[in-house]
């Protein structure tokens, strides 16, 4: 009897950790959705990130591919797929650079991590809800230009090409997220807008993003991100270009250096009480 009664005892009180664990586990899992959810809302609504994080790629693109360039793209597709690919990658690139790191930086400003590090919720979890709301941006910056390349043919690309493009563009925001959350982590919320400019647009111009540079300018064009997602999108879809490329290895490692590199600052700093 006393052996039926402690197993019985062990039973239940197997039964109810599991039960509390799972309880656990889903109140984390409900903070998760429930940081990510307004995260989201409050990127939307701030037409300073939405408007030109969502709208203006798609219009340079429409600009570019459609008005300026269009009987160029006709004559040369190649010259279709390298534009396509360059305004995509400022399309899902743009949502972790100035979403994810000028809202740090003005929460920074305000003392909301403060306040967030005294919630009972999981300490990652603004980081985790920042990081999905950016490529959630992302894809709803991108997603337009896909749709207007291949409705108007401005794409020679198969089904299989475009998937795997738009995969290594969106692997390609990992280095960009973690560059956004640096500059977060260090700058001002008044001063975060300029450095992300002064970051972001010479890489776009010097990487050979949007237009093939000249062969004395290759030199430096490793020095940034862009060109080696640009790079990693362009090798993964079979895509050519007029620069010289670098291999897939070479391009992955690199966007893996930086994202280490900028993480690893952003966490130094973010680990600092202000």
């Known amino acids: 009897m006393n052996a039926l009664a402690v197993k019985s005892t062990i039973e239940s009180t197997i039964k109810s950790t599991m039960d509390t664990v799972t309880s656990l586990r889903g109140r984390e899992f409900g903070a998760y959705l429930t940081e990510t959810r307004y995260e989201l809302l409050r990127m939307m609504r701030n037409p300073g990130i939405a408007v030109p994080v969502l709208l203006l790629p798609c219009a340079l693109y429409a600009l570019f591919a459609l008005v300026i360039a269009g009987e160029w793209i006709r004559k040369d597709p190649s010259a279709g797929i390298f534009m396509f690919t ?15 790191g000028v809202t740090l930086a003005m929460e920074r400003d305000m003392g909301l991590l403060r306040l967030k590090r005294a919630q009972p919720a999981p300490p990652a979890a603004w980081v985790v809800a920042k990081i999905v709301a950016g490529l959630v941006l992302a894809l709803l910056a991108y997603a337009p230009i896909v749709i207007m390349a291949l409705s108007t043919g401005k794409l020679a690309l198969g089904a299989g090409q475009v998937v795997a493009l738009s995969a290594a563009l969106l692997v390609g925001t990992i280095p960009f997220t973690a560059l956004g959350l640096m500059i977060g982590a260090l700058a001002t919320g008044s001063a975060a807008p300029a450095y992300a400019n002064l970051v972001y647009l010479p890489g776009c111009y ?16 490793p020095i940034w991100p862009q060109f080696h997602v640009l790079n990693f999108a362009m090798q993964l879809s079979g ?9 897939v290895t070479l391009a992955v490692a690199t966007m893996l250096g930086y994202t280490v590199l900028f993480a690893g600052v952003a966490i130094w700093r973010l680990s600092q009480k202000d």
Request: proline fraction near 10%; aromatic fraction near 16%; avoid cysteine.
């Open 239 to 247: 895509a050519t270009t007029k620069m010289p490329l670098e291999s």
């Open 86 to 100: 360059a305004f995509s990658l400022m399309a899902v690139t743009m949502p972790a650079m100035f979403g994810i």
């Open 206 to 221: 010097l990487s050979g993003m949007f237009f093939p540079l000249p062969a004395s300018m290759y030199w430096q064009a």
